[in-house]
């Protein structure tokens, strides 16, 4: 017969301060998570990644702009559970515990994002933890109106950023990692509008473009951006060598090896080292991570498993993958971009930065699953690609009165360097960074 214990210990190695919280301490946004209740939790507003214990029952909950994971660990006086952000963390607690034969990485367990998860009377064996939704936005809801949905989308990603510069040191710098793509683009005006409307003095303001070996197609994309809205002055570029770019050390740093996101992740790294190395007290950056998740803009063809009926069809597909209950779904990970963000949050945690990226609020992302995708697109593709840079357009000109320039979609690790470049950055193949991932602790 299983021998049941409860959790005789919960380690919470989570930094309480990188919760971007408003309203309320986040003390009582741990106690909310403790009462189990999803409505609840969903009246939180911001980004947090948090666990609290009640009795014999572990609940954690967390957005996608945080990572939390967790970790059992198995003593004689009862099972010990282990939070953190970082596998790394986890593995260093339990050597030093002497508990380090129990541990492999694909042993951890990510929180997905959106999730009460909620662990009980855990011993052996142990029992899966539940998942309850505290996310559930409706799914084409809004009226087929490009104008109407660009003004209440951009307007909802606008207010993220005003709140976010009304609780951060007033006199503070603030960064935009800027490509002059549509969602960094947007981010950067509706900064620079937020700034104004707020009496705060822009000259805070920066646009961050990286150049690796001097020179990348964002560069010349960024210029060409801040010149048709007459601030080009703001563009600060980034040059680092093309062995800023290190594939290992971004593997390390994210802790992750599916491919296009390691690359993104080396390109970040290398770009927040940099600006770290010019302004060692900057901290507070925004950039336009989630803007292609939302808007579903990314290039079906290069999946075999997808279709655009599988994207239209599937709420919050690209945010969370194909979902909690799905074969597909990877307990270490999770999926879509709440295994994806520790591109963005990895390297700038790394680095020392705080880093907002608007996109992934819940209110963003609520008015972009109400969009009436299969009737704006007729279930084509192209016009599936095109819907973002008209949307986003459309709601930018609503809310700072001025015409945003659309540029052709483009990777940030490719765009941040020549084409001719890519190879040398990036010479091994994709298929072996799970090779090295795992020899972090072979």
Sequence with gaps: MPTVQPISRVVDLLDASRNLIYGMPVAEARTIVGGGNP???????????????????????????????????????????????????????????????????????MVPAHYLVELRLIGCPDPNPTYRRFFAPSHEALPHDPNTIGERYVRAVYHQIANWLQFIPKQAPVGVC?????????????????MQ???????????????VNGAAQDLRQAREFLRAVDLELFLETIDV?????????????????????????????ALLREIRRHYPDWKYLLDGDGGD?????????????????????????????????SVKHSLTYSGGQ????????????ESGFSVLSP???????????AIPFIELTGWREDR???????????????????????????????????????????????????????????
């Design 384 to 442: 599936l690609y095109h819907l973002k840079g008209d949307i986003v357009s459309r709601g930018t000109k609503a809310v700072t009165g001025i015409d945003m320039p659309v540029f052709e979609k483009r990777r940030f690790q490719h765009g941040a360097m020549e084409p001719a470049t890519i190879a040398e950055v990036f010479p091994e193949p994709p298929q072996s960074y799970r090779k090295m991932f795992h020899a972090l602790y072979a």
């Design 178 to 194: 800027f490509s002059g793509g549509i969602d960094s683009g947007s981010v950067f005006m509706l900064t620079y509008h937020a």
């Design 241 to 269: 060598p093309a062995g800023a770019v290190d594939t290992r050390e971004a593997i390390r740093v994210m802790e992750d090896y599916h491919p296009l996101d390691v690359q993104a992740a080396a390109v970040n790294l």
């Design 197 to 211: 409307n707020l009496g705060m003095n822009p000259a805070r303001l920066k646009a961050f473009t990286l150049a």
């Design 293 to 325: 998740e939302n808007l579903k803009d990314y290039p079906i063809e290069e999946n075999p498993e997808l279709t655009i009926r599988s994207v239209l069809n599937n709420r919050l597909f690209y945010q969370e993958g194909w979902g909690v209950d």
């Design 39 to 109: 409505s609840e939790i969903a009246a939180i507003d911001g980004h947090f990644a948090l666990v609290a214990q009640d009795g014999i029952t572990v609940r954690m909950a967390r957005t996608i702009g945080k990572l939390m994971r967790y970790f059992l660990a198995k003593r004689n006086d009862g099972p010990i559970l282990i939070v953190s952000d970082r596998i790394d963390a986890i593995h260093t607690w339990l050597r030093r515990e002497g508990l380090a034969d129990q541990f492999h990485p694909s042993y951890t367990r």
């Design 338 to 349: 709440s295994r994806g963000y520790a591109r963005c949050y990895a390297p700038a945690v």
């Design 359 to 369: 996109y992934t609020a819940r209110s963003v992302i609520e008015i972009a699953e």
